[in-house]
Nanobody
Framework: QVQLVESGGGLVQAGGSLRLACAAS????????VAWFRQAPGKERDFVAA????????NYADSVKGRFTISRDNAKNMVYLQMNSLKPEDTAVYYC?????????????????WGQGTQVTVSS
C-alpha cells in the first residue's frame, strides 16, 4: 500500500508563494505519473497539475498555468508544487495522487492512491 503525505500548506496573502511537498512511501513514485488536485469547500476535487515518472512531461490546469510548477525528485520519492502569484480563488485543500499509468491524466479516476491533503488559504 503506497502512502502519500502532503506538507507545506498554510495561510498566505494574495500574490504570495507556497511550496507544497508530497512524500511517497515507495519508489513507484519514480515510475508512475503523479498529480496534484485541489478541493474548495462545496466544490468538486479538480485537477491542478501532473508530471510523468521521468519528470520530462507536465500538464497544468488552465487556471494555474504560468503560476504553478510541478516537479519531482525521484531519488527522494518526492513531488513538489511551487505556487506563485497566489490568488484567493486558489484557496482549497490540495491533494497529491499517484496514477495508475504513465500518461498525464486529468481525471480523478486515473489515480488510485491519495494523500490526506494540505490546506492552502490565500487572503485578499
Amino acid at each position: 500500500q503506497v502512502q502519500l503525505v502532503e506538507s507545506g500548506g498554510g495561510l498566505v496573502q494574495a500574490g504570495g508563494s507556497l511550496r507544497l511537498a508530497c512524500a511517497a512511501s515507495e519508489r513507484t513514485v519514480g515510475i508512475i505519473t503523479v498529480a496534484w488536485f485541489r478541493q474548495a469547500p462545496g466544490k468538486e476535487r479538480d485537477f491542478v497539475a501532473a508530471i510523468t515518472g521521468t519528470g520530462r512531461s507536465t500538464n497544468y490546469a488552465d487556471s494555474v498555468k504560468g503560476r504553478f510548477t510541478i516537479s519531482r525528485d525521484n531519488a527522494k520519492n518526492m513531488v513538489y508544487l511551487q505556487m506563485n502569484s497566489l490568488k484567493p480563488e486558489d484557496t482549497a485543500v490540495y491533494y497529491c495522487a499517484l496514477g495508475t499509468g504513465y500518461r498525464l491524466e486529468t481525471s480523478k479516476s486515473s489515480y488510485n492512491y491519495w494523500g490526506q491533503g494540505t490546506q492552502v488559504t490565500v487572503s485578499s
